[in-house]
């Protein structure tokens, strides 16, 4: 039986028994390009292994239980790393690691076989390192292989309903040596993204740096700009020797502060490392990425490159661009703004300036590509930027309205840019920049791009368990938002959806042709979204709305208080409900907004009882706890009734802490969702919705405002997070990097 295949040797006929990222590396390798030379382990000794110990794994259906999860998951792991491999594979591999001349080697783990490996779940489970002592070689591929019964695996094996025979698990050997920086190259049609930092690349990958990030034109190869990275941490080999046996040849360093503050790559060092990705593509055309090596050397420069890996998927998303990284495209620092604000939704555009400082008095329509100024954006409002280039307000945050619907829109924005409709004036070309919160005179402006290619966003498909779901508004968004790595919708926003539509001054007559067209529009809307993401959940919140004459107060008649004064909108509401559900859109629920108290939940749900909603077994009600009262109350409710809370933190926030959402001085003297108050006011929310067995999600700014509280909020046992549709991809990289550490420690204190 064959257990050993090199790099350097394997043939055609040999693909499936190392599969085809593994075999694609070994064609790379054999055809002289500079990549890492080693061997592989095939699967025959993984399958002979599981064969003779299958009766003592166990495979139990653990659910949320974690505690037999974790028990589980250390009884398998016992079994794999106290096997005994035959003598004739042991002497194998200890002669293939000598072979490989070097005194620490890497064993990384893959699956093999294609029906599983299209998962992309190889990067679950961590790489071993040792020296080449014998014991050390023999006892790091046990550990490589037990690293598909770790707690996180085996929970993502049984949420993507695969068992242990179902896997191929071949160990990549390579000599892991001595580097000056390592990093990565992610390709998409539009960027190619270089990322870099000091020692392993580990560093990057375990997202313990923020490295070095270059932007790179993939047709011209122009280096469109580049961030300093935050290098004061990274990964090396230790100093040893193989007399004895060694598992987990790092250590972790700082790098010399000279090294910290400086860019690892040059421009000539970018072109060399471009080149040789690009001699690969010509060869792997469908490789997007690469993680590279630059061997240590005499100096500090970065210049003899090889690759440690390449893959034809993204092991690592691109995000949407921040801020800092085009830092570099701005104008530069001796050119004066205009005006400086809130960076409320990323992007750059250039336009005519088209003021309304009354909207009472505002009765021409806003042109198309026009740069709208003005104080303030009301819900009623929402329905005329749709058509606009930009947005600047004078007031408010990031969670203002305006914000909001504009990052949705993939509208650049700036907010609370003070006096800015008397400081720029109508009909200006002016140039925004919503990555920084920047506006400058067009006379200064570089060359602009039609749009930002850089937001372009990768589906994500790492399993997590806590739900990862959308907010939404706007009906313009549901087909590049259902194509997003979520869960569903958590959160549609009816005011703002329908703000066009209710600011007709047909409104206050209750005329039947508005009825008739409320009903139409309302299911027209909701019947997209349904359809768009069925079979998961779609979150329907039920109309908060604002009085016109009341815009600088969070109450008046808002939410469902304004049902009991008059429930004609909600009426209408819950007939559309009870259509949709009737053809079959069995996803829809409901989300009650800004409770005031259980009496006004009580009347909204006998009016949801008396249409026959409740009766269907699909339909969910659930509330908005946005109102400091309801962390009091919270039990009272669900002896009403309430199946579920959405956390709404931008109305809890100025509600518990006293402070406007419209004004950011609030939130940057620390006012804001990550204040103390605000931790306790959830955690209590969340703890107590777990009691009393109903759902609980959070659907406001928080999460991205603040990342360090998803952490937080999953210790806490958040069941979902829902977020803005520019947000996913960096609150699902949060949510798995704050999963496997909790796992992780709770295996850990077990243990």
């Given at each position: 039986m064959t257990y050993i295949y090199w790099l350097s040797q394997i043939q055609y006929s040999e693909q499936s028994l190392v599969g085809d990222k593994l075999f694609i590396l070994s064609q790379l390798l054999q055809?002289?390009?500079?990549?890492?030379?080693?061997?592989?382990?095939?699967?025959?000794?993984?399958?002979?292994?599981?064969?003779?110990?299958?009766?003592?794994?166990?495979?139990?259906?653990?659910?949320?239980?974690?505690?037999?999860?974790?028990?589980?998951?250390?009884?398998?792991?016992?079994i794999i790393n106290n096997a005994v491999l035959p003598e004739t594979a042991q002497s194998l591999l200890i002669q293939a690691v000598q072979q490989l001349n070097s005194p620490t080697v890497i064993l990384q783990p893959f699956v093999t076989n294609p029906a599983v490996q299209r998962h992309q779940i190889n990067h679950l489970w961590r790489s071993q390192t040792c020296n080449q002592h014998p014991d050390a070689i023999i006892e790091a591929v046990k550990l490589a292989w037990s690293e598909l019964f770790t707690a996180s695996s085996l929970l993502y094996w049984q949420k993507l309903g695969i068992s242990i025979e179902q896997i191929e698990v071949s160990i990549l050997v390579r000599p892991l040596n001595p580097v000056l920086g390592e990093g990565t190259i992610e390709i998409d049609q539009d960027i190619i993204q270089i990322k870099a930092s000091w020692g392993l690349v580990d560093s990057i990958l375990q997202g313990a740096v923020e490295p070095d990030t270059y932007l790179v034109d993939p047709e011209t190869s122009q280096i469109l700009?580049?961030?300093?990275?935050s290098k004061n941490y990274g990964y090396r080999i230790q100093n040893q020797s193989a007399a004895s046996p060694k598992i987990n040849c790092l250590e972790a360093?700082?790098?010399?502060?000279?090294?910290?503050?400086?860019?690892?790559?040059?421009?000539?060092?970018?072109a060399n490392l471009l080149q040789l990705t690009q001699n690969i593509l010509e060869q792997q055309p469908q490789l997007k990425f690469f993680t590279w090596s630059a061997q240590e050397s005499s100096s500090s420069k970065v210049s003899d490159f090889c690759f440690t890996w390449v893959d034809d998927n993204l092991s690592q998303e691109i995000p949407a661009l921040d801020s800092t990284i085009l830092n570099t495209q701005m104008p530069a620092a001796s050119t004066n703004s205009l005006l400086s604000g809130i960076a409320a939704s990323p992007g750059i555009v250039q336009g005519k300036v088209i003021i309304v400082s009354d909207w009472a008095n505002h009765t021409q329509p806003i042109p198309e590509g026009a740069i709208l100024v003005t104080k303030i954006i009301a819900p009623q409002h929402i329905s005329l930027i749709r058509q606009t280039a930009g947005i600047i307000t004078e007031r408010g945050g990031r969670t203002s309205h305006a914000a909001i619907v504009a990052r949705e829109l993939n509208i650049p924005a700036v907010v609370n840019a003070t006096n800015a409709t008397t400081i720029?004036?109508?009909?200006?070309?002016?140039?925004?920049?919503?990555?920084?919160?920047q506006v400058y005179p067009a006379t200064s402006a570089p060359e602009l791009t039609p749009h930002n290619p850089l937001r372009r966003r990768i589906s994500l498909n790492y399993p997590i368990a806590t739900k990862l779901m959308v907010n939404l508004s706007q009906p313009e968004s549901i087909?590049?938002?259902?194509?997003?790595?979520?869960?569903?919708?958590?959160?549609?926003?009816?005011?703002?959806?329908?703000?066009?539509?209710?600011?007709?001054?047909?409104?206050?007559?209750?005329?039947?042709?508005?009825?008739?067209q409320l009903l139409h529009t309302l299911s027209s809307y909701l019947r997209q979204f349904t359809t768009a993401?069925?079979?998961?959940?779609?979150?329907?919140?039920?109309?908060d709305r604002y009085d016109a004459d009341l815009l600088d107060s969070v109450f008046g008649n808002r939410g469902t208080y304004g049902y009991l004064i008059n429930s004609n909108l909600f009426d209408l509401e819950i007939q559309v409900l009870k259509t949709l559900i009737l053809e079959g859109h069995s996803n829809l629920r409901i989300i009650l907004p800004f409770v005031r108290s259980v009496n006004e939940f009580?009347?909204?749900?006998?009016?949801?009882?008396?249409?026959?909603?409740?009766?269907?077994?699909?339909?969910?009600?659930?509330?908005?706890?946005?109102?400091?009262?309801?962390?009091?109350?919270l039990p009272e409710y669900v002896a009403a009734g309430v199946q579920g809370i959405a956390i709404g933190t931008n109305d809890l926030t100025q509600l518990l802490l006293g402070v406007d959402r419209e004004r950011s001085q609030f939130s940057d003297c620390g006012l804001n969702a990550n204040h103390p108050a605000m931790h306790k006011a959830m955690a209590t929310l969340i703890k107590t919705a777990q009691e009393h067995g109903i759902g609980c999600s959070i659907c406001g700014q928080a999460p991205v405002e603040h990342p360090e509280l998803i952490e937080l909020l999953i210790q806490w046992g958040i069941d979902a997070?829902?977020?803005?549709?520019?947000?996913?991809?960096q609150t699902y990289k949060a949510i798995a990097r704050a999963e496997r550490r909790l796992l992780l420690g709770r295996i850990r204190n077990n243990q």
């Open positions: 055809r002289g390009y500079p990549l890492t030379p080693g061997f592989i382990v095939g699967s025959s000794l993984w399958r002979q292994l599981i064969h003779h110990h299958q009766s003592r794994l166990l495979k139990r259906d653990f659910g949320d239980d974690y505690q037999l999860l974790q028990s589980v998951a250390n009884h398998n792991r016992h700009a580049q961030c300093l990275g360093y700082i790098p010399e502060e000279h090294l910290a503050s400086a860019y690892i790559l040059d421009s000539q060092a970018i720029l004036n109508q009909g200006d070309v002016t140039y925004l920049d919503g990555n920084n919160g087909v590049a938002a259902s194509k997003l790595s979520v869960d569903g919708v958590g959160l549609i926003r009816s005011e703002l959806m329908l703000a066009e539509l209710l600011a007709s001054p047909t409104l206050a007559k209750w005329q039947d042709s508005f009825r008739s993401f069925a079979p998961r959940p779609v979150f329907y919140r039920s109309l009580e009347f909204c749900l006998r009016r949801l009882e008396n249409a026959g909603l409740t009766s269907i077994s699909s339909f969910q009600v659930w509330m908005m706890a946005e109102i400091p009262s309801v962390i009091m109350l997070i829902s977020v803005e549709p520019d947000a996913v991809t």
